[in-house]
Structures are given as structure tokens and as C-alpha cells.
């Protein structure tokens, strides 16, 4: 909390005004960088022309671009995941990354480009494959998660493709 009182030029009595504990001002940031991340999903969707598999593989490999380098961010993701506090909120963050991309998987079914498969399943797995590769990076300095995007994203899309 001194840390991050001294980075906003702010007292760390003001910043507990604002924030009762570590963990909820993790929380905000958390949710400020969901907000962020599922407008620059909805920006790639309004300007990708194109079947729905590569859409879902363009905002994967997006999510990774944002955060794969952010080594404080995924630490503090690791430690605050399990935070009773929190875990309502980070379930709401997987919920709505699971309905963003399962209307897409949805409309991909429909258009026949992904096979009949249960679109929230899809999505899980999708989001459980950028995760795979990020906590990797986490505890692996050495792995870069980016690198490895491109094989696994061929991988599991021949898997969903019609």
C-alpha cells in the first residue's frame, strides 16, 4: 500500500478512504483492467470481418499481449484469486468472459464454421488455455506465454472447427 500511495502521489490514509484493504484495491484494478480488456474485445469484434473461429483466437492472443508482461499483475492475480473477498468478483470477470465468447461461439455454430458443441464449454476451455500459458509464465521466467499462443490456438481451433 506505501508503494502504490508514493506511485499516485496520494497519502496511504486517503488511499485506505478509498480502499479498506489490499485486496479490495486489487479488486478495482482488476475490474478497471476487465473493463478495458472486454472494450478492446468488443472494438476487435466491430472491426474483425471474418469467420468467428480467428475472432475468438484474435481476442485470445490480445488478452495475452496485455497481460503476459505484466509479471506484478499475474502475481497479484495469483495471491488475490483465492481471496474470499474477491472470488464473487472474479467469478463475475470469468462469467462475463464466458457469455462474450459463447455468443460468438454461438453465431460461429450457427454459421457453421464451429462444430455442435456447448458453447460455455468452448469458451471454459479457451479461457482455461490462456490461463494455462500465463501461469506457466508465472512461475517459469524462462516461458513466454505469447510464444506458445499461436501452437495452441491451432491446436484447439482445428478441434471446435466444422
Same mark, same amino acid.
Not at 486517503?14 to 476487465?34: D, M, Q
Given at each position: 500500500? %506505501? %508503494? /502504490?500511495?508514493? &506511485?499516485?502521489? +496520494?497519502?496511504?490514509?486517503?488511499?485506505?478512504?478509498?480502499?479498506?484493504?489490499?485486496?479490495? =484495491?486489487?479488486? @478495482?484494478?482488476?475490474? #478497471?483492467?476487465? =473493463?478495458? $480488456?472486454?472494450?478492446?474485445?468488443?472494438?476487435?469484434?466491430?472491426?474483425?470481418?471474418?469467420?468467428? /473461429?480467428?475472432? /475468438? @483466437?484474435? +481476442?485470445?492472443? $490480445?488478452?495475452?499481449?496485455?497481460?503476459?508482461? *505484466?509479471?506484478?499483475? =499475474?502475481? !497479484?492475480?495469483?495471491?488475490?484469486?483465492?481471496?474470499?473477498? =474477491? *472470488?464473487?468478483?472474479? #467469478?463475475?470477470?470469468?462469467?462475463?468472459?464466458?457469455? /462474450?465468447? @459463447?455468443?460468438?461461439?454461438?453465431?460461429?455454430?450457427?454459421?457453421?464454421?464451429?462444430?455442435?458443441?456447448?458453447?460455455?464449454?468452448? !469458451?471454459?476451455?479457451? &479461457?482455461?488455455?490462456?490461463?494455462?500459458?500465463?501461469? *506457466? !509464465?508465472? +512461475?517459469?521466467? *524462462?516461458? %513466454?506465454?505469447? #510464444?506458445?499462443?499461436? &501452437?495452441?490456438?491451432?491446436?484447439?481451433?482445428?478441434?471446435?472447427? !466444422?
Amino acid at each position: 500500500m %506505501d %508503494d /502504490v500511495a508514493r &506511485t499516485a502521489g +496520494v497519502s496511504k490514509g486517503s488511499l485506505y478512504w478509498h480502499f479498506r484493504s489490499k485486496a479490495e =484495491l486489487f479488486g @478495482g484494478l482488476c475490474e #478497471a483492467w476487465a =473493463l478495458e $480488456l472486454f472494450q478492446a474485445w468488443q472494438r476487435e469484434a466491430e472491426a474483425h470481418e471474418g469467420d468467428v /473461429v480467428a475472432l /475468438v @483466437g484474435r +481476442v485470445g492472443e $490480445l488478452s495475452l499481449e496485455r497481460i503476459a508482461d *505484466q509479471g506484478d499483475l =499475474l502475481r !497479484a492475480w495469483a495471491e488475490f484469486i483465492v481471496h474470499r473477498e =474477491l *472470488q464473487e468478483q472474479f #467469478a463475475g470477470i470469468y462469467r462475463e468472459s464466458r457469455r /462474450v465468447l @459463447g455468443e460468438w461461439i454461438r453465431r460461429g455454430i450457427a454459421a457453421g464454421e464451429i462444430r455442435e458443441l456447448e458453447p460455455e464449454s468452448v !469458451a471454459a476451455a479457451a &479461457t482455461a488455455g490462456i490461463e494455462g500459458l500465463l501461469i *506457466q !509464465a508465472l +512461475v517459469d521466467d *524462462q516461458f %513466454d506465454a505469447r #510464444a506458445h499462443w499461436r &501452437t495452441w490456438w491451432d491446436i484447439f481451433s482445428r478441434g471446435i472447427a !466444422a
